[in-house]
Structures are given as C-alpha cells and as structure tokens.
C-alpha cells in the first residue's frame, strides 16, 4: 500500500516557477515508477511526467519538455515536479501517481494517486 500527498501549488505568474512535492509513505516506494499528471477544468486528465524506480529514467509530455523536471530522492520518499517558464494553460490540478509497473503515460497503469494541488498561473 502506497500513500501519497501533493504540495506546493499555488498561484504564480506566467513566466514563474513552482515546485511540486509529492511525499510517499511505503518502504519500498523506491521501487515504484512515479508519474505526474493535470486536469484542467472542462478536460480530461493527461499525462505530464513520469520516472521509473531506481534510476529514474523520464518521460515528458511535449507540452512541458524543456520547461518541467521530474525528480525523485528515494531517501526522502518523495518525488518533485519543478514547473518553469509556466503558462497560464499550465494551470490545473496537479496529481502524482505510483505504479508497481514502468509507469509511462498511460494512466491506468498507476495504482495509487494522490489527492492533488493546485496550481493557478495568471497571465
């Protein structure tokens, strides 16, 4: 069983940064590939990010390459997104996922999802 808690939304400006943390409870979440996704009012939830357990090998969506940065310190148990350059089309409900598998960007593939945060970019 896998617990997971997102911070560090918030509003920003467009052109700002915001890093997001998502902290896991488990003693073998280092092993769990992690994901990072966003649903906007009125849209579907898609993919933003995602990293595999040990090593973390990434997976951007087009949208926030170059922009976003996944991240994951095993000792910590927690995971981070840092959002740069935002837009106001960045702005959603940021969800961090777990997946026993090689996570990826297919959202059905994450078992454990967080509760989500905020984060608003204003133009």
């Known amino acids: 069983q896998v617990q997971l808690v997102e911070s560090g939304g918030g509003l920003v400006q467009a052109g700002g940064s915001v890093r997001l943390s998502c902290a896991a409870s488990g003693r073998t979440f280092s092993t769990y590939a992690v994901g990072w996704f966003r649903q906007a009012p009125g849209k579907e939830r898609e993919f933003v990010a995602s990293c595999t357990g040990s090593g973390c090998t990434t997976m951007y969506a087009d949208f926030v390459r170059g922009r976003f940065t996944i991240s994951r310190d095993n000792a910590k148990n927690t995971v981070y997104l840092q959002m740069n350059s935002l837009k106001p089309e960045d702005t959603a409900v940021y969800y961090c996922?777990?997946?026993?598998?090689?996570?990826?960007?297919?959202?059905?593939?994450?078992?454990?999802w967080g509760q989500g945060t905020q984060v608003t970019v204003s133009s």
């Open positions: 996922a777990a997946a026993r598998s090689l996570g990826g960007i297919n959202s059905d593939e994450y078992k454990y």
